[in-house]
Protein backbone atom coordinates (compact mmCIF):
# COMPACT_ATOMS: atom_id res chain seq x y z
CA UNK A 1 0.00 0.00 0.00
CA UNK A 2 1.52 3.28 -0.69
CA UNK A 3 1.38 6.12 1.42
CA UNK A 4 -1.17 7.43 2.99
CA UNK A 5 -3.42 11.31 2.16
CA UNK A 6 -5.52 12.96 4.06
CA UNK A 7 -8.52 11.50 3.03
CA UNK A 8 -7.56 7.95 3.50
CA UNK A 9 -5.93 9.55 7.02
CA UNK A 10 -9.09 10.57 8.00
CA UNK A 11 -11.41 7.74 6.96
CA UNK A 12 -8.70 5.25 8.77
CA UNK A 13 -9.11 7.11 12.19
CA UNK A 14 -12.90 7.35 11.82
CA UNK A 15 -12.71 3.66 11.04
CA UNK A 16 -10.52 2.41 14.15
CA UNK A 17 -12.90 2.29 16.97
CA UNK A 18 -10.42 2.60 19.55
CA UNK A 19 -12.06 3.73 23.42
CA UNK A 20 -11.50 7.29 24.28
CA UNK A 21 -12.58 9.85 27.03
CA UNK A 22 -12.92 13.28 26.53
CA UNK A 23 -15.00 15.28 29.21
CA UNK A 24 -16.19 12.41 30.93
CA UNK A 25 -17.90 10.58 27.75
CA UNK A 26 -16.69 7.89 25.61
CA UNK A 27 -16.36 9.09 21.88
CA UNK A 28 -18.86 6.82 20.10
CA UNK A 29 -19.49 9.09 17.02
CA UNK A 30 -16.75 9.62 14.62
CA UNK A 31 -13.61 10.96 15.83
CA UNK A 32 -12.89 13.50 13.26
CA UNK A 33 -16.37 15.28 13.96
CA UNK A 34 -15.69 15.58 17.73
CA UNK A 35 -14.77 18.99 18.83
CA UNK A 36 -11.65 18.09 20.11
CA UNK A 37 -9.96 16.51 17.04
CA UNK A 38 -11.96 17.95 13.91
CA UNK A 39 -9.16 20.85 14.05
CA UNK A 40 -5.80 18.52 14.48
CA UNK A 41 -7.62 15.79 12.73
CA UNK A 42 -7.35 18.29 9.59
CA UNK A 43 -4.17 19.82 10.29
CA UNK A 44 -2.52 16.19 10.27
CA UNK A 45 -4.49 14.99 7.22
CA UNK A 46 -2.89 18.40 5.82
CA UNK A 47 0.42 16.41 6.69
CA UNK A 48 -0.48 13.67 4.88
CA UNK A 49 -1.71 15.11 1.78
CA UNK A 50 1.74 17.04 1.52
CA UNK A 51 3.26 13.80 1.10
CA UNK A 52 1.40 13.41 -2.58
CA UNK A 53 1.48 16.55 -3.92
CA UNK A 54 3.20 16.76 -7.18
CA UNK A 55 5.90 19.13 -6.23
CA UNK A 56 6.71 17.47 -2.40
CA UNK A 57 6.53 13.68 -3.43
CA UNK A 58 10.48 13.62 -4.17
CA UNK A 59 11.05 15.09 -0.61
CA UNK A 60 8.43 13.36 1.14
CA UNK A 61 8.93 10.12 0.59
CA UNK A 62 11.49 8.07 -0.94
CA UNK A 63 11.00 4.30 -2.53
CA UNK A 64 10.36 1.51 -0.39
CA UNK A 65 12.75 -1.17 -0.80
CA UNK A 66 10.47 -3.79 -0.55
CA UNK A 67 7.05 -2.76 -2.08
CA UNK A 68 8.93 0.03 -4.72
CA UNK A 69 6.14 1.71 -3.55
CA UNK A 70 7.01 5.34 -2.21
CA UNK A 71 7.01 5.57 1.34
CA UNK A 72 7.33 8.32 4.18
CA UNK A 73 10.90 9.86 4.12
CA UNK A 74 10.95 9.57 7.64
CA UNK A 75 11.21 5.96 7.67
CA UNK A 76 14.75 6.20 5.74
CA UNK A 77 18.00 4.42 7.21
CA UNK A 78 20.02 6.83 6.47
CA UNK A 79 23.28 5.39 5.27
CA UNK A 80 25.05 8.65 3.90
CA UNK A 81 25.26 12.19 4.77
CA UNK A 82 22.70 13.17 2.18
CA UNK A 83 20.34 10.53 3.62
CA UNK A 84 20.40 12.70 6.68
CA UNK A 85 19.84 15.87 4.92
CA UNK A 86 16.37 14.35 2.96
CA UNK A 87 15.43 13.42 6.18
CA UNK A 88 15.82 17.18 7.70
CA UNK A 89 14.29 18.84 4.97
CA UNK A 90 10.91 16.48 5.06
CA UNK A 91 10.62 16.88 8.75
CA UNK A 92 11.27 21.01 8.71
CA UNK A 93 8.11 21.18 5.79
CA UNK A 94 6.19 19.43 8.17
CA UNK A 95 7.64 21.21 11.19
CA UNK A 96 6.90 24.50 9.05
CA UNK A 97 3.23 23.75 9.07
CA UNK A 98 2.64 23.95 12.39
CA UNK A 99 5.42 26.95 13.20
CA UNK A 100 6.86 23.75 15.26
CA UNK A 101 3.58 23.46 17.51
CA UNK A 102 3.03 19.81 16.54
CA UNK A 103 4.84 17.65 18.68
CA UNK A 104 3.91 14.32 17.20
CA UNK A 105 3.87 15.19 13.64
CA UNK A 106 4.01 10.94 12.52
CA UNK A 107 7.90 11.38 11.83
CA UNK A 108 8.53 11.95 15.53
CA UNK A 109 8.11 8.40 16.38
CA UNK A 110 8.87 7.04 12.79
CA UNK A 111 12.71 7.34 13.62
CA UNK A 112 11.99 6.04 16.79
CA UNK A 113 10.93 2.74 15.31
CA UNK A 114 13.42 3.06 12.05
CA UNK A 115 16.36 3.53 14.78
CA UNK A 116 15.23 0.59 16.46
CA UNK A 117 14.76 -1.39 13.41
CA UNK A 118 18.15 -1.06 12.07
CA UNK A 119 19.07 -2.15 15.55
CA UNK A 120 17.01 -5.12 15.33
CA UNK A 121 20.57 -7.41 16.42
CA UNK A 122 20.29 -5.56 20.14
CA UNK A 123 16.98 -6.56 20.19
CA UNK A 124 17.85 -10.25 18.92
CA UNK A 125 20.32 -10.85 21.38
CA UNK A 126 16.91 -10.99 24.18
CA UNK A 127 15.36 -13.27 21.78
CA UNK A 128 15.33 -14.00 18.02
CA UNK A 129 12.07 -13.65 17.66
CA UNK A 130 12.53 -10.21 19.27
CA UNK A 131 14.72 -8.77 16.21
CA UNK A 132 12.26 -10.46 13.89
CA UNK A 133 9.59 -8.45 15.49
CA UNK A 134 11.03 -4.79 15.14
CA UNK A 135 11.53 -5.35 11.77
CA UNK A 136 8.74 -6.88 10.41
CA UNK A 137 6.81 -3.95 12.52
CA UNK A 138 8.87 -1.60 10.99
CA UNK A 139 8.00 -2.62 8.05
CA UNK A 140 4.61 -2.62 8.16
CA UNK A 141 4.53 0.59 9.45
CA UNK A 142 6.32 1.79 7.16
CA UNK A 143 4.36 0.02 4.06
CA UNK A 144 0.99 1.17 5.35
CA UNK A 145 2.34 4.43 6.32
CA UNK A 146 1.11 4.19 10.15
CA UNK A 147 0.47 6.81 12.69
CA UNK A 148 2.07 5.87 16.27
CA UNK A 149 1.79 7.23 19.78
CA UNK A 150 3.45 5.97 22.42
CA UNK A 151 3.99 5.77 26.02
CA UNK A 152 6.84 5.49 28.59
CA UNK A 153 6.54 7.04 31.71
CA UNK A 154 4.31 4.84 34.48
CA UNK A 155 1.48 6.41 37.09
CA UNK A 156 3.00 9.64 39.06
CA UNK A 157 1.58 7.68 42.41
CA UNK A 158 4.82 7.89 44.43
CA UNK A 159 7.87 8.89 43.25
CA UNK A 160 10.22 8.15 46.44
CA UNK A 161 9.46 4.10 45.56
CA UNK A 162 10.03 1.86 42.38
CA UNK A 163 7.31 0.43 40.43
CA UNK A 164 6.84 -2.87 42.75
CA UNK A 165 7.04 -1.38 46.07
CA UNK A 166 3.34 1.30 44.84
CA UNK A 167 0.80 0.11 47.05
CA UNK A 168 -0.84 -1.20 44.12
CA UNK A 169 1.52 -3.65 41.87
CA UNK A 170 -0.80 -3.34 39.10
CA UNK A 171 -0.72 0.72 39.44
CA UNK A 172 2.03 0.90 36.23
CA UNK A 173 0.98 -1.56 33.39
CA UNK A 174 3.01 -4.91 34.01
CA UNK A 175 2.53 -8.51 32.80
CA UNK A 176 0.25 -9.92 34.84
CA UNK A 177 -0.01 -13.49 32.34
CA UNK A 178 2.11 -15.00 29.94
CA UNK A 179 0.50 -17.46 27.26
CA UNK A 180 1.28 -18.92 24.30
CA UNK A 181 -0.41 -16.43 21.85
CA UNK A 182 1.15 -13.55 23.80
CA UNK A 183 1.22 -11.58 27.14
CA UNK A 184 -1.54 -9.79 28.93
CA UNK A 185 -0.96 -6.67 30.02
CA UNK A 186 -2.91 -4.91 33.10
CA UNK A 187 -1.80 -1.23 34.90
CA UNK A 188 -1.43 2.19 33.33
CA UNK A 189 1.05 4.64 32.13
CA UNK A 190 1.42 7.92 31.10
CA UNK A 191 1.45 10.00 29.08
CA UNK A 192 0.68 9.46 25.21
CA UNK A 193 0.12 12.59 23.57
CA UNK A 194 -1.92 12.25 20.16
CA UNK A 195 -4.18 9.44 21.12
CA UNK A 196 -5.68 9.69 17.39
CA UNK A 197 -3.04 7.43 16.06
CA UNK A 198 -3.23 3.77 14.46
CA UNK A 199 -0.38 2.50 16.57
CA UNK A 200 0.43 3.06 20.46
CA UNK A 201 4.34 1.46 21.22
CA UNK A 202 4.65 1.16 24.57
CA UNK A 203 8.31 1.42 25.34
CA UNK A 204 10.30 1.54 29.14
CA UNK A 205 11.44 5.51 29.68
CA UNK A 206 14.72 6.83 28.02
CA UNK A 207 16.13 7.93 31.73
CA UNK A 208 14.08 6.24 34.39
CA UNK A 209 16.08 3.49 35.16
CA UNK A 210 14.75 -0.32 36.53
CA UNK A 211 15.96 -2.67 39.03
CA UNK A 212 15.86 -6.62 38.66
CA UNK A 213 12.48 -6.49 40.76
CA UNK A 214 10.87 -4.45 38.27
CA UNK A 215 11.01 -7.66 35.33
CA UNK A 216 7.19 -7.31 35.15
CA UNK A 217 7.44 -4.06 33.87
CA UNK A 218 10.16 -3.88 31.92
CA UNK A 219 8.93 -4.42 28.16
CA UNK A 220 8.89 -3.09 25.06
CA UNK A 221 5.57 -3.89 22.48
CA UNK A 222 3.26 -2.36 19.89
CA UNK A 223 -0.30 -2.88 19.40
CA UNK A 224 -3.14 -1.54 17.52
CA UNK A 225 -5.00 1.25 19.90
CA UNK A 226 -8.24 -0.72 18.84
CA UNK A 227 -6.91 -3.35 20.96
CA UNK A 228 -10.01 -4.69 23.65
CA UNK A 229 -9.20 -3.22 26.96
CA UNK A 230 -7.16 -0.23 25.76
CA UNK A 231 -8.47 2.71 27.28
CA UNK A 232 -7.07 6.58 26.23
CA UNK A 233 -8.69 8.99 29.22
CA UNK A 234 -7.62 12.49 27.66
CA UNK A 235 -6.87 15.61 29.43
CA UNK A 236 -9.57 18.36 29.04
CA UNK A 237 -9.93 19.56 25.46
CA UNK A 238 -7.75 23.14 24.67
CA UNK A 239 -9.00 22.94 21.06
CA UNK A 240 -11.53 25.49 19.54
CA UNK A 241 -14.03 26.16 16.84
CA UNK A 242 -13.02 29.64 15.73
CA UNK A 243 -9.42 30.17 13.97
CA UNK A 244 -10.07 33.58 14.26
CA UNK A 245 -10.02 33.37 18.47
CA UNK A 246 -7.60 30.75 18.30
CA UNK A 247 -5.50 30.34 15.44
CA UNK A 248 -3.13 27.68 17.11
CA UNK A 249 -5.88 25.67 19.47
CA UNK A 250 -7.75 25.73 16.82
CA UNK A 251 -5.74 23.39 14.42
CA UNK A 252 -2.78 21.93 16.39
CA UNK A 253 -4.44 20.74 19.79
CA UNK A 254 -2.91 17.02 19.82
CA UNK A 255 -4.20 15.53 23.34
CA UNK A 256 -2.61 14.23 25.71
CA UNK A 257 -3.83 10.84 27.62
CA UNK A 258 -3.47 8.27 30.64
CA UNK A 259 -3.78 5.15 29.17
CA UNK A 260 -5.05 2.30 30.64
CA UNK A 261 -4.43 -1.44 29.91
CA UNK A 262 -6.96 -3.61 31.30
CA UNK A 263 -5.82 -7.06 30.89
CA UNK A 264 -5.19 -6.36 27.07
CA UNK A 265 -3.44 -9.36 24.90
CA UNK A 266 -0.45 -8.40 23.33
CA UNK A 267 0.33 -10.74 20.70
CA UNK A 268 3.55 -12.62 20.67
CA UNK A 269 4.85 -10.91 17.02
CA UNK A 270 4.41 -7.51 18.40
CA UNK A 271 7.16 -7.65 21.36
CA UNK A 272 10.09 -6.59 21.36
CA UNK A 273 11.35 -7.01 24.61
CA UNK A 274 10.43 -9.41 27.60
CA UNK A 275 11.19 -9.22 31.08
CA UNK A 276 14.56 -8.07 30.65
CA UNK A 277 15.47 -4.84 33.01
CA UNK A 278 19.00 -4.40 31.69
CA UNK A 279 18.05 -4.34 27.99
CA UNK A 280 15.11 -2.05 28.73
CA UNK A 281 17.76 0.23 30.71
CA UNK A 282 19.90 1.38 27.36
CA UNK A 283 16.97 0.49 24.97
CA UNK A 284 17.07 4.18 23.35
CA UNK A 285 20.68 4.47 23.78
CA UNK A 286 22.10 1.41 22.91
CA UNK A 287 20.00 1.62 19.59
CA UNK A 288 20.75 5.56 18.53
CA UNK A 289 16.96 5.89 19.11
CA UNK A 290 17.41 8.98 20.93
CA UNK A 291 19.78 10.26 18.59
CA UNK A 292 17.72 10.03 15.88
CA UNK A 293 14.74 11.22 17.47
CA UNK A 294 16.84 14.61 18.89
CA UNK A 295 17.63 15.14 15.32
CA UNK A 296 13.77 14.95 14.68
CA UNK A 297 13.34 17.35 17.75
CA UNK A 298 16.15 19.79 17.24
CA UNK A 299 14.40 20.55 13.27
CA UNK A 300 10.99 21.42 15.00
CA UNK A 301 12.80 23.16 17.55
CA UNK A 302 14.48 25.39 14.84
CA UNK A 303 11.24 25.97 13.45
CA UNK A 304 9.43 26.75 16.41
CA UNK A 305 12.06 29.33 17.47
CA UNK A 306 11.69 31.02 13.97
CA UNK A 307 7.90 31.57 14.35
CA UNK A 308 8.37 33.40 17.90
CA UNK A 309 11.46 35.24 16.22
CA UNK A 310 8.90 36.22 13.49
CA UNK A 311 5.99 36.85 16.03
CA UNK A 312 8.13 39.28 18.42
CA UNK A 313 9.46 41.01 15.72
CA UNK A 314 5.90 41.96 14.37
CA UNK A 315 4.36 43.06 17.64
CA UNK A 316 7.63 45.35 17.77
CA UNK A 317 6.63 46.40 14.14
CA UNK A 318 3.33 46.72 15.29
CA UNK A 319 3.21 48.84 18.18
CA UNK A 320 6.05 50.80 17.34
CA UNK A 321 8.43 49.49 20.05
CA UNK A 322 11.34 48.37 17.91
CA UNK A 323 12.98 51.28 18.67
CA UNK A 324 13.72 50.67 22.27
CA UNK A 325 17.19 48.92 23.41
CA UNK A 326 15.39 46.53 25.73
CA UNK A 327 13.00 44.87 22.89
CA UNK A 328 16.11 44.48 20.98
CA UNK A 329 17.85 43.16 23.12
CA UNK A 330 15.06 40.30 23.74
CA UNK A 331 14.88 39.76 19.88
CA UNK A 332 18.88 39.67 19.76
CA UNK A 333 18.55 36.91 22.28
CA UNK A 334 16.06 34.99 20.50
CA UNK A 335 17.95 35.16 17.22
CA UNK A 336 21.29 33.71 19.59
CA UNK A 337 18.60 31.11 20.84
CA UNK A 338 17.83 30.47 17.00
CA UNK A 339 21.44 30.38 15.80
CA UNK A 340 22.44 28.10 18.38
CA UNK A 341 19.92 25.71 17.56
CA UNK A 342 20.29 26.02 14.26
CA UNK A 343 24.12 25.41 14.77
CA UNK A 344 23.70 22.39 16.86
CA UNK A 345 21.94 20.54 13.95
CA UNK A 346 24.47 21.41 11.36
CA UNK A 347 27.32 20.18 13.80
CA UNK A 348 25.25 17.11 14.31
CA UNK A 349 24.77 16.24 10.25
CA UNK A 350 28.34 17.73 9.54
CA UNK A 351 29.93 15.06 12.44
CA UNK A 352 27.76 12.50 11.19
CA UNK A 353 28.89 8.49 11.45
CA UNK A 354 27.57 5.54 10.53
CA UNK A 355 26.81 3.94 13.72
CA UNK A 356 27.55 0.19 14.87
CA UNK A 357 24.41 -0.79 13.11
CA UNK A 358 25.19 0.73 9.93
CA UNK A 359 23.10 3.56 9.66
CA UNK A 360 24.40 7.14 9.25
CA UNK A 361 23.77 9.00 12.93
CA UNK A 362 24.17 12.39 13.57
CA UNK A 363 26.94 13.33 16.72
CA UNK A 364 24.94 12.97 19.57
CA UNK A 365 27.34 15.64 21.45
CA UNK A 366 25.47 18.46 19.34
CA UNK A 367 21.72 16.87 19.50
CA UNK A 368 21.84 15.94 23.36
CA UNK A 369 22.81 19.38 23.95
CA UNK A 370 20.41 20.64 21.91
CA UNK A 371 17.30 18.73 23.50
CA UNK A 372 18.83 19.62 27.08
CA UNK A 373 18.92 23.12 25.96
CA UNK A 374 15.67 24.20 24.76
CA UNK A 375 13.03 22.96 27.34
CA UNK A 376 15.39 25.92 29.26
CA UNK A 377 15.50 28.39 27.23
CA UNK A 378 11.76 27.78 25.56
CA UNK A 379 9.81 28.68 28.75
CA UNK A 380 11.92 32.38 28.42
CA UNK A 381 10.43 32.51 24.38
CA UNK A 382 7.24 32.45 25.44
CA UNK A 383 8.12 35.21 28.36
CA UNK A 384 9.28 37.62 25.91
CA UNK A 385 6.18 37.74 23.68
CA UNK A 386 4.03 38.73 27.35
CA UNK A 387 6.64 40.86 28.15
CA UNK A 388 6.56 42.65 24.68
CA UNK A 389 2.45 42.68 24.24
CA UNK A 390 1.65 43.67 27.57
CA UNK A 391 -2.30 44.54 27.87
CA UNK A 392 -2.42 43.90 24.15
CA UNK A 393 -2.55 41.07 25.15
CA UNK A 394 -5.57 41.49 27.11
CA UNK A 395 -7.06 43.76 24.46
CA UNK A 396 -8.37 41.25 22.35
CA UNK A 397 -11.84 41.22 20.94
CA UNK A 398 -13.64 37.77 19.39
CA UNK A 399 -14.64 37.32 15.79
CA UNK A 400 -18.35 37.69 17.65
CA UNK A 401 -17.35 41.02 18.85
CA UNK A 402 -15.90 41.62 15.30
CA UNK A 403 -19.52 41.27 14.00
CA UNK A 404 -21.13 43.47 16.40
CA UNK A 405 -21.89 46.74 16.85
CA UNK A 406 -18.79 47.68 18.77
CA UNK A 407 -16.91 47.05 15.45
CA UNK A 408 -16.59 50.52 14.83
CA UNK A 409 -15.15 51.79 17.95
CA UNK A 410 -12.54 48.34 17.70
CA UNK A 411 -11.71 49.74 14.06
CA UNK A 412 -11.10 53.18 15.30
CA UNK A 413 -9.50 52.32 19.29
CA UNK A 414 -7.60 48.82 18.25
CA UNK A 415 -5.38 50.49 15.32
CA UNK A 416 -1.33 50.11 15.44
CA UNK A 417 1.43 51.92 14.19
CA UNK A 418 1.02 50.86 10.71
CA UNK A 419 -1.91 48.33 10.64
CA UNK A 420 -5.65 48.19 11.07
CA UNK A 421 -7.20 47.45 14.08
CA UNK A 422 -8.21 44.24 12.02
CA UNK A 423 -4.84 43.12 11.70
CA UNK A 424 -3.51 43.90 14.96
CA UNK A 425 -5.99 42.09 16.73
CA UNK A 426 -5.29 38.48 14.42
CA UNK A 427 -1.76 39.37 15.61
CA UNK A 428 -1.84 39.58 19.56
CA UNK A 429 -5.01 36.71 19.20
CA UNK A 430 -1.78 34.50 17.73
CA UNK A 431 0.69 35.36 20.20
CA UNK A 432 -1.80 35.04 23.41
CA UNK A 433 -2.33 31.39 21.89
CA UNK A 434 1.42 30.71 21.98
CA UNK A 435 2.26 32.45 25.19
CA UNK A 436 -0.80 32.66 27.34
CA UNK A 437 -3.62 29.82 26.52
CA UNK A 438 -4.10 27.04 28.17
CA UNK A 439 -3.08 25.77 24.59
CA UNK A 440 -0.05 28.24 25.15
CA UNK A 441 0.71 27.09 29.04
CA UNK A 442 0.13 22.96 27.73
CA UNK A 443 3.31 23.85 25.10
CA UNK A 444 5.90 25.34 27.84
CA UNK A 445 4.94 22.29 29.35
CA UNK A 446 4.84 20.12 26.84
CA UNK A 447 8.36 21.38 25.52
CA UNK A 448 9.69 21.08 29.47
CA UNK A 449 9.05 17.53 30.02
CA UNK A 450 7.98 15.42 26.87
CA UNK A 451 11.51 14.07 26.34
CA UNK A 452 11.83 13.45 29.50
CA UNK A 453 12.47 14.91 33.13
CA UNK A 454 15.15 17.95 32.33
CA UNK A 455 16.64 17.40 35.74
CA UNK A 456 17.84 13.70 35.24
CA UNK A 457 18.80 14.51 31.51
CA UNK A 458 21.48 16.85 32.51
CA UNK A 459 22.34 14.40 35.07
CA UNK A 460 22.13 11.60 31.77
CA UNK A 461 24.31 14.29 29.90
CA UNK A 462 26.53 15.30 33.15
CA UNK A 463 27.62 11.19 33.36
CA UNK A 464 27.74 10.40 29.49
CA UNK A 465 30.26 13.88 28.41
CA UNK A 466 33.47 13.11 28.33
CA UNK A 467 34.93 15.54 30.51
CA UNK A 468 38.69 14.13 30.82
CA UNK A 469 40.26 16.33 28.36
CA UNK A 470 38.95 19.49 30.34
CA UNK A 471 39.87 18.17 33.92
CA UNK A 472 43.86 17.03 31.71
CA UNK A 473 43.80 21.41 30.92
CA UNK A 474 43.56 22.18 33.90
CA UNK A 475 46.09 19.74 35.30
CA UNK A 476 48.38 20.99 32.68
CA UNK A 477 47.93 24.20 33.67
CA UNK A 478 49.02 23.85 37.17
CA UNK A 479 51.48 21.36 36.44
CA UNK A 480 53.42 23.90 34.30
CA UNK A 481 53.35 26.55 37.14
CA UNK A 482 55.33 23.53 39.61
CA UNK A 483 52.63 22.41 41.21
CA UNK A 484 51.41 18.84 41.78
CA UNK A 485 48.17 17.64 41.04
C1 LIG B 1 2.50 17.86 27.50
C2 LIG B 1 3.22 16.56 27.73
C3 LIG B 1 3.18 15.58 26.76
C4 LIG B 1 3.81 14.36 26.98
N1 LIG B 1 3.73 13.39 26.01
C5 LIG B 1 4.27 12.18 26.25
C6 LIG B 1 4.14 11.11 25.30
O1 LIG B 1 3.60 11.28 24.22
N2 LIG B 1 4.65 9.90 25.63
C7 LIG B 1 5.28 9.68 26.81
O2 LIG B 1 5.72 8.56 27.06
N3 LIG B 1 5.43 10.67 27.72
C8 LIG B 1 4.93 11.89 27.47
N4 LIG B 1 5.05 12.87 28.41
C9 LIG B 1 5.61 12.52 29.72
C10 LIG B 1 7.06 12.91 29.90
O3 LIG B 1 7.87 11.89 29.39
C11 LIG B 1 7.26 13.12 31.40
O4 LIG B 1 6.58 14.30 31.76
C12 LIG B 1 8.70 13.24 31.83
O5 LIG B 1 9.41 12.06 31.57
C13 LIG B 1 8.80 13.51 33.34
O6 LIG B 1 8.10 12.53 34.04
P1 LIG B 1 6.87 12.91 34.97
O7 LIG B 1 6.01 13.88 34.25
O8 LIG B 1 6.27 11.66 35.40
O9 LIG B 1 7.50 13.70 36.16
P2 LIG B 1 7.99 13.08 37.53
O10 LIG B 1 8.97 12.00 37.27
O11 LIG B 1 6.84 12.72 38.37
O12 LIG B 1 8.73 14.32 38.16
C14 LIG B 1 8.06 15.38 38.88
C15 LIG B 1 9.11 16.26 39.53
O13 LIG B 1 9.86 15.49 40.49
C16 LIG B 1 11.24 15.44 40.15
N5 LIG B 1 11.69 14.05 40.31
C17 LIG B 1 10.92 12.93 40.32
N6 LIG B 1 11.68 11.84 40.46
C18 LIG B 1 12.96 12.26 40.53
C19 LIG B 1 14.22 11.61 40.66
N7 LIG B 1 14.30 10.30 40.77
N8 LIG B 1 15.33 12.35 40.65
C20 LIG B 1 15.25 13.70 40.54
N9 LIG B 1 14.09 14.39 40.42
C21 LIG B 1 12.97 13.68 40.42
C22 LIG B 1 11.33 15.86 38.68
O14 LIG B 1 12.55 16.49 38.39
C23 LIG B 1 10.14 16.81 38.55
O15 LIG B 1 10.53 18.09 38.95
C24 LIG B 1 4.48 14.12 28.20
C25 LIG B 1 4.54 15.12 29.17
C26 LIG B 1 3.92 16.33 28.95
C27 LIG B 1 3.99 17.37 30.03
Redesign the pocket.
Known amino acids: MPIRNGKKYLRDLDRTRREIWVGGRKVTGSVTEHPAFTGIAKSMAALYDMQSEPELVEEMTYTSPQSGERVGMSFLQPRKKKDLESRRRMIKRWADYSCGFLG?TPDYLNSDIMAMASAWKFFAKGGKEFGDNIRNYYSYVRENDLLM?????NP?AN?SVSLSKQDDPFLAARIVETRREGIVVRGAR????FPMADEIIVFP?TVIRSGTEDRPYAMAFAIPVSTKGLKFICRESFSHNSAYDHPLSSAFDEQ?AVVVFDDVLVPRERIFLLEDPDRANMLHEATDAVVHMSHQVTIRDVAKTEFFLGLMSLIADTIGIDQFQHVQEKIAKTIMVLETMRSLLVAGEAEAAVNRWGIMTPEFRYLNVARNIYPRIYPGLKEVIQQLGASGLMSLPTEEDMKSDVRNYIDRYYVAKNTSAEERIRLFRLAWDAAGSSFGS?QE??ER??F??P??MASALFNWYDREPYRRKVRELLSRQGGKT
Open positions: RTHTLIQRMLATSDRLYFFGDVR
